[in-house]
């Protein structure tokens, strides 16, 4: 009875002092969870931000052919649509987010404030557009629109493989 005793407090003992293979269990499956969410938020990111600018590029199509058919709201419209994505550029690309299905190069964080700065002159240009096709002025339109898509460019350049 007593070395009976002795045993189960020694088994007790080696129990505290190691954690238990369920607790093991438990705090692997937490890591595995928590690297699959780190995982599948850096996809989220990557495909939400390729789509915002494929729709950079449809916009700048649909301005083309709408300074063409002289309909100067759409013109408005679609600069104000890659405007406001210009300022959201930044907040698209968290650091560690240039993995996997991207375009995206290294570069932009070790140089992230001239990146930013770059998406910050793509806002400019596009607001430059809406005040110029409120001016009902197609020329000058195309002219903004031009200037529009040096500022995409100048991104890429450095950028975007
Ligand atoms: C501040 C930088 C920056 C600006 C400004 C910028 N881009 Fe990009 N663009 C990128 C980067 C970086 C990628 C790669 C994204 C990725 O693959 O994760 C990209 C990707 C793209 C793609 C490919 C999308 C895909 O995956 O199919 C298109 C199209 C595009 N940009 C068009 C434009 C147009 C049009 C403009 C201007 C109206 C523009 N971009 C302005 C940085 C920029």
Request: hydrophobic share 40%; glycine share 8%; aromatic share 8%.
């Amino acid at each position: 009875m007593t070395s009976l005793a002795i045993n189960k407090s020694t088994v007790v003992g080696s129990n505290s002092i190691h954690p238990s293979p369920t607790f093991l269990h438990f705090s692997n499956v937490l890591l595995i969870v928590f690297f699959s969410f780190s995982i599948s938020a850096n996809a989220d990111v990557v495909s939400e931000r390729r789509a915002g600018f494929k729709t950079n590029a449809a916009s700048m199509r649909a301005i083309a052919s709408a300074i063409g058919g002289g309909d100067y709201q759409t013109v408005i419209n679609q600069a104000k649509t890659i405007s406001n994505w210009a300022q959201k550029i930044p907040g698209y690309f968290p650091e560690g987010s240039g993995v996997g299905d991207t375009k995206a190069r290294a570069e932009i964080w070790t140089n992230f404030k001239d990146f930013t700065a770059l998406a910050k002159a793509n806002e400019t240009a596009a607001n430059r557009l809406v005040t110029t096709a409120k001016s009902g002025n197609p020329g000058a339109m195309m002219a903004g629109l031009k200037n529009l898509g040096g500022s995409c460019k100048a991104c890429h350049r450095s950028y975007k493989d």
